[in-house]
């Protein structure tokens, strides 16, 4: 599978951003998808997950209630709908698939170029 995500950029406290990633390569309707940040210095952290029916979805705590995840399978498409932007939320976010949930977090095989996500205060 190729990730290329899209849709970073500058954004103000409070406001939003949608970042979008386009699949490619072996059938992305199969795998679940997931997006990480980091930020200089710190380990990159999971910040969403979505089940290849798109049916299950899951959150790091950080971003429950502020962040949607989404895909379109027919467009090979997943989204991170951002909103309520903190100055913490400031990182590369980085498309991923085919996660894997373990006693030790969240990882995942696949990984996209990441997309720089700006919030000022």
């Known amino acids: 599978v190729q990730l290329q995500a899209s849709g970073g950029g500058l954004a103000q406290a409070g406001g939003s951003l949608r970042l979008s990633c386009r699949a490619s390569?072996?059938?992305?309707?199969?795998?679940?998808m997931g997006w990480f940040r980091q930020t200089p210095g710190k380990e990159r952290e999971f910040v969403a997950s979505?089940?290849?029916?798109?049916?299950?979805?899951a959150y790091a705590d950080s971003v429950k209630g502020r962040f949607t995840i989404s895909r379109d399978n027919a467009k090979n498409m997943v989204y991170l709908q951002m909103d309520s932007l903190k100055s913490e939320d400031t990182a590369v976010y980085y498309c991923?698939?085919?996660?894997?949930?373990?006693?030790?977090?969240?990882?995942?095989?696949?990984w996209g170029q990441g997309t720089q996500v700006t919030i000022s205060s």
């Open positions: 991923t698939a085919a996660l894997v949930r373990s006693n030790v977090g969240w990882s995942a095989s696949y």
């Open positions: 390569g072996p059938p992305f309707s199969r795998e679940n």
């Open positions: 979505i089940g290849s029916s798109g049916l299950t979805t």
